[in-house]
Structure formats: structure tokens, C-alpha cells
Nanobody, 125 residues
Framework: QVPLVESGGESVQAGGSLRLSCEAP??????????LGWFRRTPGEEREGVAR???????LYEDSVKGRFTISLDTTKDTLYLQMDSLRHEASAMYYCGRGRGGGTIWADCAFGDWGQGTQVTVSS
């Protein structure tokens, strides 16, 4: 497994912005055939997908974040980002970065198997 390290989570007021980062120290982002994504989980809930990008550039967002969150991949820095704008209280969660093989147009086309430890985002209303 490839260890992933997330950063950027913190407490912010509703309406504010945060940018999360995800790196894999010692590893490069694969050139093709992979998915990288952001997920979140709140206590007692299942982990849910927030945004996902494939190395081919297919991007998906969870409906509630469309237009406010942006996922991006910087291959020069081997870093995955999640820009989160207009944050709402319900965005409060532990956010995880995931990586796995795949690359279609639906969430199920990716087999996420590498995960980070998470970074906490807290949005106060």
C-alpha cells in the first residue's frame, strides 16, 4: 500500500474556504490508469465520496459540493488538492485522500485501496 498524507484541515467559519492537500511521500502520481479522490466521514456515518479525479482527467463530485469544491492534481508536485469554497456547517468531517486503480466515468470505476489518516475540517455556523 502507498501511504498518503493529508493536510490543510482546520476550523473555519461558514462561508469560508479551505484547501486540502494530499501527498504520497516517496511516490509519484501514476501517469495513467489511476483514480485519486477525496472522501469524508462523520462519526456514526459511512465514508462518502466528495470528489474524484482520474489520471485521464475524468472528474466527479458529490452533488452537494458541485460548484463549491474543486479537485485538482498537480503532477509537478505529485499532490492532490481539494479547494473548498462557500463552506457549510454540514461539510464538517474527517477528510481522507484515496488512491486506486481505475478510471471510468462513475464512482464504481475506481477501486480505492490506498488511504491517508485524514485531516479534520470543522465549519462553525
Amino acid at each position: 500500500q502507498v501511504p498518503l498524507v493529508e493536510s490543510g484541515g482546520e476550523s473555519v467559519q461558514a462561508g469560508g474556504s479551505l484547501r486540502l492537500s494530499c501527498e504520497a511521500p516517496g511516490y509519484s502520481i501514476p501517469i495513467s490508469g489511476y483514480c485519486l479522490g477525496w472522501f469524508r466521514r462523520t462519526p456514526g456515518e459511512e465514508r462518502e465520496g466528495v470528489a474524484r479525479s482520474t489520471t485521464a482527467g475524468n472528474i466527479l463530485y458529490e452533488d452537494s459540493v458541485k460548484g463549491r469544491f474543486t479537485i485538482s492534481l498537480d503532477t509537478t508536485k505529485d499532490t492532490l488538492y481539494l479547494q473548498m469554497d462557500s463552506l457549510r456547517h454540514e461539510a464538517s468531517a474527517m477528510y481522507y485522500c484515496g488512491r486506486g486503480r481505475g478510471g471510468g466515468t462513475i464512482w464504481a470505476d475506481c477501486a480505492f485501496g490506498d488511504w491517508g489518516q485524514g485531516t479534520q475540517v470543522t465549519v462553525s455556523s
